[in-house]
């Protein structure tokens, strides 16, 4: 599926995810996405820019995994905030736009 790219605060990103069914939250399930990227698809990019702080920057994913539970991923957007798992999800999202 081709990722979805939004811009919104990351809030609104939350409200309008879990309406379209994405209440698990990944970010509690970090090591699994970095031991096995493959067992997760990205549906949804939201990105969040900060007015003037750089550290406002934000991304949730709205993600789903191979056993059809949707749910999402937030993460820091500046590079000493990136967990590594973060980092998997931002490659697996790269990788998805080469298709």
Request: aromatic share 10%; net charge negative; hydrophobic share 35%.
């Amino acid at each position: 599926m081709e990722n979805r790219y939004h811009y919104a605060p990351v809030l609104k990103a939350l409200e309008e995810l879990k309406s379209m069914g994405f209440t698990i939250d990944f970010n509690l399930l970090e090591e699994d996405i970095m031991h096995n990227p493959n067992s997760y698809e990205i549906l949804h990019i939201y990105r969040y820019e900060g007015d003037s702080n750089p550290d406002d920057e934000a991304i949730v994913y709205g993600i789903k995994s191979n056993t059809g539970e949707k749910g999402v991923f937030v993460a820091g957007f500046s590079a000493n905030s990136e967990s590594r798992a973060a980092q998997v999800l931002l490659e697996l999202s790269i990788k998805g736009n080469k298709h």
